[in-house]
């Protein structure tokens, strides 16, 4: 069977607050975020950060809910730096069908808090 790999859901705009480089990894958002997304801890996650072109792919946790934390953490904390916008997408394998009736979640955040967000379809 052939299957396809399709964006889930994006999380649009997001801006890192802080860096860690001596944590394990991983990078650290908003549970607020994560749900709206549906994305889940743990979950592989590509990361684009727009303000270098960097490309990295690390696992989603869940930072405090209403804490607005996007942190880059251990080797991603190289690939970036506070301030920057991000964009982090997870994808899914599906069968023909039910790639072409996929809605995608895209969660657009306010840069200003990582607080506020807009969902639309994608």
């Known amino acids: 069977m052939l299957l396809r790999e399709m964006m ?5 705009g997001i801006t890192v607050t802080a860096k860690n480089l001596h944590y394990t990894g ?16 743990n979950e592989k996650v590509q990361v684009v950060n727009l303000a270098n072109g960097e490309r990295m792919e690390t696992y989603a946790i869940r930072a405090p809910a209403g804490s607005g934390h996007c942190v880059l953490n251990g080797g991603m904390a190289l690939k970036g730096n506070e301030g920057d ?9 599906c069968d023909e069908e039910t790639a072409r009736a996929l809605q995608s979640r895209v969660i657009v955040v306010d840069p200003g808090s990582n607080l506020q967000f807009e969902s639309r379809p994608s």
């Open 26 to 41: 991983s990078l650290g958002i908003d549970a607020h975020l994560l749900d709206a997304a549906g994305m889940l801890h």
């Open 85 to 93: 916008r991000l964009l982090v997408i997870t994808y899914a394998y």
């Open 8 to 12: 889930r859901a994006k999380i649009h």
